[in-house]
């Protein structure tokens, strides 16, 4: 469901130091010396208040935040890294070191995505919880450097997106990792940021997924938020009604808003646009079946009837798919052989009530059904309801 994903090759560098403060030289040295250099300019009362010597401390944190061979150093660089060059912007009233700056964030934004991505990895295959927390906990930071770099977040996601990533999708990982940890206003926060709801299909499915409107919907349905999940799922069907997922679960949201009417609606529209899409139609017919049995047993006929011919129309439609597999024509010709088998039953059970020409069509309309399915499969039901319909029938 989740796929792993690559990190990607850090492409800028630090570019030409500004400096003419002595300073400078701690970077041609070992890091572990830079960082009690830059550590104590910044406990310095005199050395802190000047946005070079945050500029310094970030420049250091930034190349350990690159390398786990400074782990032992410190546990999270690159947040400190991100921190002392906000402090360095503040200080910087005049924007003499914007550029170096901007170049620190540039390097660090790979360096929290590439973090973010490897827990997120481990967390994927595994199903560790921690790693799932290590994730979100990069991924906030990576977007956090990205409010810092404003107009330039540009460039870092040019990096992201030329190691072949959609950049949008990486608020997805975000979002899945937060609600795999119960973080669940922060997985919404992060769907939400890949839900359009006013752009045309093309332009809204460019930068948005699939599955973010599935989970979202999945957790304002579990928060009883319908008005929410029916938005999104009604958008997510009509930018993917190929998502056989999405459209059961939209099928099931709104049940339990009870819409069905709507549901109705925008299943017969799904169908329109996926007209050879056998396991869809297969999902309606059965979906369609079971709502017709749960009416008919609350003495609901005329709307039972309603969805039974629905899902006779869908299993129809679907056998006449070239190409289905063995199995395909097995369930469906089974299930609509079933389904008029019991609708037979139902008449056969009114007794004197009972409409005898009705009763033929479903036990004639099922026999052959039944007959088909078994050449694919041998099911003892299957010659137990033929039996029952030669006898009904006096054949």
Request: aromatic share 12%; proline share 2%; no cysteine.
């Amino acid at each position: 469901m989740n796929k792993l994903l690559l990190s990607i090759t850090l492409v800028f560098s630090v570019l030409a130091l500004f400096s003419q403060d002595k300073n400078i030289e701690l970077m041609k040295g070992k890091v572990e010396d830079a960082k009690i250099q830059v550590d104590q300019n910044i406990l310095n009362q005199e050395k802190n208040t000047k946005a070079e010597t945050w500029y310094l401390a970030a420049y250091v944190y930034t190349r350990m935040a690159k390398s786990e061979v400074y782990e032992h150093l410190e546990k999270f660089p690159g947040e400190k890294a991100l921190s002392y060059i906000k402090e360095s912007k503040k200080l910087d009233k005049t924007g003499v070191l914007y550029s170096e700056q901007i170049n620190v964030l540039l390097d660090l934004g790979p360096a929290f995505y590439n973090k973010a991505i490897t827990h997120y990895n481990k967390a994927v295959k595994d199903s560790i919880v921690e790693e799932f927390t290590l994730s979100l906990r990069y991924f906030e930071d990576y977007f956090d450097l990205l409010d810092l770099l404003k107009d330039e977040d540009k460039f870092v996601k040019q990096i992201i997106e030329y190691n072949g990533i959609n950049h949008n999708d990486v608020y997805f990982y975000a979002g899945y990792s937060a609600q795999s940890i119960g973080e669940i206003n922060k997985a919404i926060k992060y769907y939400s940021m890949l839900n359009d709801f006013n752009s045309d299909k093309t332009t809204a499915k460019a930068k948005s997924k699939d599955l973010a409107y599935l989970y979202l919907t999945k957790i304002y349905t579990n928060q009883g938020d319908y008005v929410n999940a029916l938005k999104v799922v009604k958008r997510g069907v009509e930018l993917y009604p190929d998502n056989e997922a999405l459209v059961l679960q939209a099928i099931t949201t709104y049940k339990n808003a009870d819409k069905m009417d709507d549901m109705v609606a925008q299943m017969e529209q799904v169908v329109v646009e996926n007209p050879q899409n056998e396991k869809l139609l297969f999902i309606l017919a059965s979906n369609y079946s079971k709502y017709g049995k749960a009416f008919e047993k609350n003495n609901y006929q005329s709307t039972a009837d309603m969805y039974f011919e629905k899902s006779i129309k869908y299993y129809e439609q679907a056998l006449k798919i070239d190409q289905l597999s063995d199995q395909t024509k097995y369930s469906i010709n089974y299930n609509l052989g079933v389904l008029y088998y019991n609708r037979g039953v139902s008449e056969y059970k009114k007794a004197d009530n009972a409409n005898l020409e009705l009763l033929q069509k479903y036990f004639s309309s099922a026999k052959p059904l039944l007959e088909n399915a078994k050449k694919y499969k041998a099911n003892p039901n299957i010659d137990k309801m033929i039996e029952n319909i030669d006898s009904t029938l006096g054949e």
